[in-house]
T-cell receptor, first 117, second 111 residues
Framework: DTGVSQDPRHKITKRGQNVTFRCDPI?????LYWYRQTLGQGPEFLTYFQNEAQLEKSRLLSDRFSAERPKGSFSTLEIQRTEQGDSAMYLCASSPVKGSGSTDTQYFGPGTRLTVL | TQLLEQSPQFLSIQEGENLTVYCNSSSVFSSLQWYRQEPGEGPVLLVTVVTGGEVKKLKRLTFQFGDARKDSSLHITAAQTGDTGLYLC???????????FGAGTQVVVTP
């Protein structure tokens, strides 16, 4: 296992269409995070999972966004009725749980670049 | 909201020069991570600092975590063109490890 993988790497869609992204974390990492990054900014937290449980959702995650991690392994992020403002890089990260959760390092995938026309 | 401010926003230097990037906040973080990101790619972890006053060295990179765990710095000695990238600091803001990122410092090293 070489790291976190994301698919697709790039997605171009028309406004109003639905899109789904996939993230495969590092094996045995039970925490998984989604972030969004726009040009010139650092990544912003969207949501995260401990195994299959979704623990928190950011206010950035409107009701058009849904994330799942059905078996505690890979995760999907779906955006319904896309808008031009959804154009961004969507990043996934995973981390193990060794002890104190806040010190566990997060490892990022290469991201999915979404462009909404 | 705990904000992380990075300075400078942009830094252009010549190969062989030294540089320092700063990451500051009014809030305390349990840990802080530094990443480097290249265009079209995800952030790549450089280091995690946990203890106030901690100094970590990674070849030509030196990372320092402030005594109060509110600020950090990254110093690069004898920069190389391969050091070019967006340097991001991120602090853990809850016990689950949720990260708050700074906006980043774009470093360009020219030959």
């Amino acid at each position: 296992d070489t790291g976190v993988s994301q698919d697709p790497r790039h997605k171009i869609t028309k406004r109003g269409q639905n899109v789904t992204f996939r993230c495969d974390p590092i094996s045995e990492h039970n925490r998984l995070y989604w972030y969004r990054q726009t040009l010139g900014q650092g990544p912003e937290f969207l949501t995260y999972f401990q195994n299959e449980a979704q623990l928190e959702k950011s206010r950035l995650l409107s009701d058009r966004f849904s994330a799942e991690r059905p078996k505690g392994s890979f995760s999907t992020l779906e955006i319904q009725r896309t808008e031009q403002g959804d154009s961004a890089m969507y990043l996934c990260a995973s981390s193990p749980v060794k002890g104190s959760g806040s010190t566990d390092t997060q490892y990022f995938g290469p991201g999915t670049r979404l462009t909404v026309l | 909201t705990q904000l992380l401010e990075q300075s400078p926003q942009f830094l252009s230097i010549q190969e062989g020069e030294n540089l320092t990037v700063y990451c500051n906040s009014s809030s305390v973080f349990s840990s802080l991570q530094w990443y480097r990101q290249e265009p079209g790619e995800g952030p790549v972890l450089l280091v995690t600092v946990v203890t106030g006053g901690e100094v970590k060295k990674l070849k030509r990179l030196t990372f320092q975590f402030g005594d109060a765990r509110k600020d950090s710095s990254l110093h690069i000695t004898a920069a190389q063109t391969g050091d070019t990238g967006l340097y991001l600091c991120a602090g853990a803001i809850d016990s689950w490890g949720k990260l708050q990122f700074g906006a980043g410092t774009q470093v360009v090293v020219t030959p």
